[in-house]
């Protein structure tokens, strides 16, 4: 059975860093693009960042460019967040599609992991 689980949630001061990761098991993503979802209490699930099935196209959403940095290697999907603020408190999801490039929109996704905490404090 697919799975898909993420780490590195925690929680950090605000213009702090972390760095998520995503692992799958059950099967091979390595054809499939990846993405980053994120949802706040109260709120729908927000894109983040996706990337192609090679890694040669990313993109994010407008309220994370410059601060986030979504990446893949050796099977594992990595988000760089840099420069955190409170708004940025959330569960983050990894997720996976059978296409081979990235979207924004979640029902496009086929697999989800559990999701990891950050929270960001002021």
């Known amino acids: 059975q697919a799975q898909l689980v993420e780490s590195g949630g925690g929680l950090v001061q605000a213009g702090g860093s972390l760095r998520l990761s995503c692992a799958a098991s059950g099967r091979s993503f390595s054809m499939s693009a990846m993405g980053w979802f994120r949802q706040a209490p109260g709120k729908e699930r927000e894109f983040v960042a996706a990337m192609s099935w090679n890694g040669r196209s990313a993109f994010q959403s407008d309220s994370v460019k410059g601060r986030f940095t979504i990446s893949r290697d050796n099977g594992i999907l990595y988000l760089q967040m840099n420069a955190l603020e409170p708004e940025d408190t959330a569960v983050y999801y990894c997720?996976?599609?059978?296409?081979?490039?990235?979207?924004?929109?979640?029902?496009?996704?086929?697999?989800w992991g559990q999701g990891t905490q950050v929270t960001v404090s002021s």
């Open positions: 997720a996976a599609k059978k296409g081979p490039y990235g979207s924004k929109w979640p029902d496009e996704y086929d697999y």
